[in-house]
């Protein structure tokens, strides 16, 4: 019998969940006793992944939901919509093109810590730059980035698959709503050189979808980021060896930060599935109706999977992880969280000499949903000069 879900939930199993998933997955797709379906295998979260049977239509707030909360037709209109100002095939160089700034971001930040023997890399690094990047990207003002960023974190933290924050969730979630809605009003008679001005000018989407994409690409935009960075140095420390090989070999940290994504990933579970019918997986009757969990962490670990699952390992040679998902609603921001990540984590590791952990575990952000810490205090002797 795999162990009750509501022990993963628990803020006391943030800083190692990975005992509790791997006994989670000796029962692949479990009934919990409110009715919902908690699937941890990594074969059959890929089926459910890719079936057009179970809906992402949940609804946990009183709102049109993003297109993440969408199902075809609608979710693959909207999606393409915003793609059109994000990446392939419209704009395939927009990412990479944004590389220089984000070096230039991340070497002051770094900078910053000279002169000092103890950093929070999560407030002074891992939280900057992915806030900066996403939010030129979108056109919000600098000097609104740190009210935006407290509405977004206090949404994450109040996510839960039980949803016993709904009202408090609501709430933030109107102020976020109002202030893009604000922002999309100005753009609309002073457009800029942005995601939202874009999309006005397209004439594609209402004024309630620019504002709901909005949300969702701000937050996702960053949230998951932060946690990819603070998971990846936390491991590093925590593997000496794997510290001093990305410190010697720089082009190590591609697949470093996949293995990351596999291992300590900042997005733990999808808990907004819902079946549209009765669905079989894993030997077991889904019916009609009922939520449904992906335990993606889990799902990534599984040892029918991947060989040594519970190392992190820079040599996997096939590394296929649900770290950003799959099927249609495979992460939007894949490609600037990973180069977000690449670029951080290399200079960190480049810069920072002598580099330790504070305190092991370190304090965790309480959503079971995205993992990451909520600050990561590190000594170090110095830090080495930009090149």
């Known amino acids: 019998m795999s162990c009750p879900f509501h022990l993963v939930l628990d803020p006391s199993s943030r800083a190692n969940p990975y005992p509790l998933l ?7 797709v479990a009934l919990q006793d409110d009715g919902t379906y908690v699937v941890s295998t990594y074969r059959e979260i890929v089926a459910l992944l890719h079936d057009p049977r179970i809906s992402s239509g949940r609804r946990t707030l009183d709102r049109t939901p993003a297109f993440i909360g969408l199902d075809p037709p609608e979710h693959d209109r909207l999606r393409r919509l915003a793609m059109r100002h994000f990446g392939p095939p419209h704009a395939p160089d927009k990412i990479d093109r944004l590389r220089p700034d984000m070096l230039a971001i991340t070497t002051e930040l770094i900078d910053n810590l000279a002169g000092k023997q103890r950093a929070d890399l999560v407030d002074e690094v891992a939280y900057p730059l992915p806030v900066a990047m ?21 949404l994450i933290e109040l996510l839960s698959p039980r949803d016993e924050h709904r009202a408090e969730r609501q ?37 309630d979808e620019i504002v709901r994409t909005g949300v969702l690409l701000l937050i996702a935009g ?60 894993g030997g077991v009757t889904i019916p009609a109706g009922s939520p449904i969990v992906l335990a993606l962490a889990a799902g990534s670990r599984d040892p029918d999977h991947v060989t040594d699952p519970d190392t992190f390992s820079l040599d996997r040679p096939r590394n296929e992880h649900l770290g950003f998902g799959g099927g249609i609603h495979y992460c939007f921001g894949a490609p600037l969280a990973r180069l977000e990540a690449q670029i951080v984590l290399t200079e960190l590791v480049r810069r920072l000499y002598n580099p330790r952990l504070v305190a092991d575990p370190p304090p965790y952000r309480p959503s079971p949903i995205l993992r990451g810490p909520r600050h990561l205090w590190v000594d170090y002797d110095e830090v080495f000069p930009a090149r």
């Open 22 to 28: 791997n006994e989670l997955r000796d029962t692949p």
């Open 134 to 154: 996403i939010c030129r990207l979108l056109g919000v003002p600098r000097e609104d980035e740190s009210q935006f960023h407290a509405w977004a974190d206090r």
């Open 222 to 281: 960053h949230e998951t980021t932060i946690n990819l960075i603070a998971n990846g140095m936390l491991t590093f420390l925590r593997r000496p060896d794997v510290l001093v090989r990305v410190h010697d070999d720089p082009e190590l940290i591609v697949p470093a930060v996949e293995e990351l994504l596999r291992y300590e990933p900042p997005v733990q579970m999808i808990s907004s599935r819902v079946a549209l019918e009765d669905v079989t997986v």
């Open 171 to 207: 709430e933030v979630a109107d102020k976020l709503d109002d202030y893009l809605g604000g922002l999309v009003d100005e753009r609309r008679h002073k457009p800029g050189d942005d995601m939202l001005s874009g999309f006005i000018a397209d004439g594609e989407m209402t004024r």
